[in-house]
RNA sequence: GCCGCGUUGGUCAAUCGGUUAAGACGCAUCCCUUUCACGGAUGAAUGACGGGUUCGAUUCCCGUACGCGGUACCA
């Protein structure tokens, strides 16, 4: 087998991309790139009862937005084509069958309602969830009790059927888990889990096992979920002869709720934080769940802060590029315990990049925030002046509309209780003298509006910091934002004084 | 129930047997700022429990407790 690095992720279609299913994505890209390797994604799509169309184009659109592109996919294409499972079916049969001849697999005829009589049969305080194995399968109705005769009648009869692996008794299964180190379950505990289904379609464990050996996958990443099904799939590679080829694995630490169980859709709707990677909306019943890059997180701080859900260099640095992350990477700092997804760090990772990146690299993506806030940009040069102004306040990308629509249209709401209190006749004069100042002014530069403002005051024995706080509130509305001076000066000359002269209508 | 994996402040976490047990988020106080932020400073807050091993355990081993995951013709 080449040394050649090849990785894959294997989501099925089946609704929104979430926290973890990214976080999987991104350390087999890193590990990936770092090592010169391929990243494939391959989509699970054999349970067709779970399919949800268009499912896989938005984990597609996902992957984009997060700049983790796949070399090889559905999409991409690549050498190892098909990458839809559904596609391939036709390939798993003859492995299912190999094992049974092998004797490592039988086939078994169980109906639905059979199972279902087994599973309350054999329910017992002690034993909760029985399971179809070494003992019970004696009980049931499959090639190994009916014989060689009766299955090959039902099986030409077309009697619906399934192929189930045939687990060892009592043999200690280990293998080397490259962030767990060596785990080992004993075969007896292990149920006869099936390959093939009634439908022909593999399950996970056949088609994990036969398309990472024919895509010649050399590491698996995957979700602490699967380790307890990991023996099986070990055992398959060894039954079909393959142990040489089988890939390392990995099992990554599960991405919690707050509740510390599983992250889930759930805890998004409770807790009022996005789960999914981006906007989904479910096509059977429209329910809509909202996506990180809808909140307004910058992809790079959305990578940024999965990467360091479970893993960190061992130093202090918490801001990475991908550019760092390829290079810093190492699969054997991951933990080993779950971590609570904390939202409050989440957007201060965004609030970081925010701050880090250069106004233009999201711009555009800021503009269309406020497009949909109704508010159009017309000059581009000085909407990115004022992101700039801005961005220091801005923790998430929706923030820039609270924190710089003002510059753009007048305030709706004056919030005039901030002045009311102690406003007076001297100081509405104080305004009407300003606004005189103001008109007379042949350039609008902001050392000169502020020049102007501090004469005045001087001339009329007033105290800056009284007067300083009604103009913010008059011009931005409430008592927020950058310099006020800095303000008028890029709003200009004409709504400045439109914007004084309407609060003092207010005010008088 | 059984199997597996875990367990350092509220959260993310460093430590490859010896430290006053880092750092970050959040929180509090202060400074800066004639606003709000940003920035700076300070503070409160941590090794689940019990046994070993060792001169010395947060670190290694065992047990207990607790948590999570799995226990589907779902992935």
Redesign the pocket.
């Known amino acids: 087998m080449s040394n050649q690095v090849r990785v894959r992720f294997?989501?099925?279609p089946?609704g929104g991309l979430h926290l973890g299913g990214v976080r999987t994505v991104l350390y087999n890209y890193l590990f990936a790139k770092q090592n010169g390797g391929e990243f494939i994604l391959r989509i699970?799509d054999?349970?067709q009862?779970?399919f949800v169309p268009g499912a896989e184009e938005y984990i597609f659109n996902c992957l984009a937005w997060c700049g983790l592109t796949p070399d090889e996919s559905p999409k991409h294409g690549g050498p190892y084509a098909p990458y839809r499972q559904s596609e391939r079916k036709a390939m798993y049969r003859q492995y299912a069958e190999q094992l049974i001849k092998q004797g490592n697999a039988y086939y078994?005829?169980?109906?639905?309602e059979e199972?279902e009589k087994m599973?309350t049969d054999f329910k017992t305080?002690?034993?909760?969830?029985?399971?179809?194995n070494y003992v019970i399968r004696e009980k049931m109705k499959n090639s190994l009790t009916l014989g060689e005769a009766e299955t090959q009648k039902l099986l030409e009869e077309g009697a619906?059927?399934?192929v189930r692996i045939k687990m060892p008794q009592n043999e200690e299964v280990k293998f080397n888990d490259m962030i767990?180190?060596e785990?080992?379950?004993?075969s007896s505990?292990?149920?006869d889990?099936?390959l093939l289904?009634?439908?022909g379609?593999?399950?996970?464990?056949l088609?994990v096992v036969v398309d990472d050996y024919s895509m010649k996958i050399s590491h698996a990443f995957r979700g602490?979920?699967?380790?307890?099904?990991a023996p099986v799939h070990i055992l398959l590679w060894k039954y079909l002869d393959w142990e040489n080829d089988m890939p390392q694995w990995a099992h990554l630490?599960?991405i919690?709720g707050p509740?510390?169980?599983?992250l889930s859709k759930r805890h998004g709707n409770k807790y009022g934080f996005p789960i999914f990677a981006m906007n989904w909306t479910d096509p059977k019943t429209q329910e809509l769940t909202e996506g990180f890059y809808e909140r307004g997180f910058l992809s790079q701080a959305f990578v940024n802060l999965l990467a360091?859900?479970?893993?960190?260099d061992?130093t202090?640095q918490?801001v990475f590029s991908m550019e760092e992350l390829i290079q810093r990477f190492d699969i054997i700092?991951v933990?080993?315990?779950?971590?609570?997804?904390?939202f409050?760090?989440a957007?201060?990772f965004n609030?970081?990049w925010i701050?880090k990146l250069p106004v233009a690299e999201y711009k555009d993506q800021v503009k269309k925030i406020f497009a949909d806030n109704n508010i159009t940009i017309a000059n581009d040069e000085q909407f990115a002046k004022v992101l700039e102004l801005v961005k220091?306040?801005?923790t998430l990308l929706n923030d820039f509309v609270a924190q710089a629509s003002f510059f753009f249209q007048s305030p709706k709401e004056i919030d005039t209780a901030a002045i009311k209190p102690k406003w007076d006749d001297k100081k509405q004069q104080f305004f009407a003298e300003l606004i005189r100042a103001y008109e007379l002014l042949p350039t609008w530069q902001h050392d000169e509006l502020e020049r102007e403002f501090?004469e005045i005051?001087a001339a009329n024995q007033m105290?800056?910091?009284e007067l300083?706080?009604p103009l913010?509130v008059m011009l931005v509305g409430g008592?927020?934002?950058?310099?006020?001076f800095d303000i008028a000066a890029i709003i200009g000359k004409d709504e400045t004084i439109a914007r004084i002269k309407h609060a003092l209508a207010l005010l008088g």
């Open positions: 294997a989501p099925s089946t699970e054999t349970d009862t779970r078994a005829f169980d109906t639905a199972l599973r305080d002690e034993n909760p969830s029985p399971q179809y619906p059927h399934v767990r180190g785990v080992s379950f004993n505990l292990v149920d889990k099936v289904k009634a439908d379609m593999p399950t996970y464990h088609a602490e979920e699967w380790l307890p099904s630490p599960l919690l509740d510390s169980s599983k360091m859900l479970g893993w960190n061992g202090e918490e700092r933990s080993h315990s779950g971590a609570i997804f904390d409050e760090k957007k201060w609030h970081e701050k220091d306040r801005c501090k005051v105290k800056p910091g300083m706080m913010r008592k927020f934002g950058p310099g006020v």
